[in-house]
């Protein structure tokens, strides 16, 4: 087999959400993320670092979508689903502090054996939300 060509980086991931509105108001109020795209199906988020954090209506997605331009595949996704924002360790009290501004509750605090530190949340579907710090995988 050949080698494989580069990867540059994770571009986007998704969350399947019951209401549009309310999910987008907790990302952006909560964590400050700016809309770049707002549709019927999904609103897509600036999540930093080139990341786009895509919120999908839940169950509108199941179908693929076929226009001139191309077809993008259906997809979809069920239950708790997980995802983490990396954040400086400078800045984990200042977000431990907007949190509870926010009337977000903690659910999870780990400090990993490399040194850094997630602090885990739910957003409003219940999805895990992560903010980790340097020090969790090598070199990242």
């Known amino acids: 087999m050949t080698t494989a060509p580069r990867i540059d980086g994770l571009l986007e991931t998704s969350l399947y959400v019951a209401d549009l509105d309310r999910a987008a108001d907790f990302y952006e109020r909560v964590l400050g993320l700016r ?80 040194g850094g530190t997630s602090l885990y949340f739910a957003d409003p579907d219940g999805h895990v939300i992560e903010l980790a710090t340097p020090g969790l995988w090598p070199n990242r």
């Not at 209506?57 to 997809?75: K, N």
């Not at 979809?76 to 926010?102: N, Q, S, Y």
């Open 35 to 114: 809309a770049m795209l707002r549709s019927p199906r999904l609103v897509a988020l600036d999540a930093g670092r080139q990341g786009v954090l895509l919120l999908f209506l839940a169950g509108a997605t199941s179908e693929d979508v076929v226009d001139s331009s191309g077809t993008i595949p259906g997809h979809e996704g069920t239950g708790r689903l997980h995802m983490a924002f990396a954040v400086p360790a400078g800045d984990l009290e200042a977000w431990r502090a907007r949190l509870a501004e926010a009337g977000v509750a903690l659910t999870g605090e780990m400090v990993w054996p490399r």
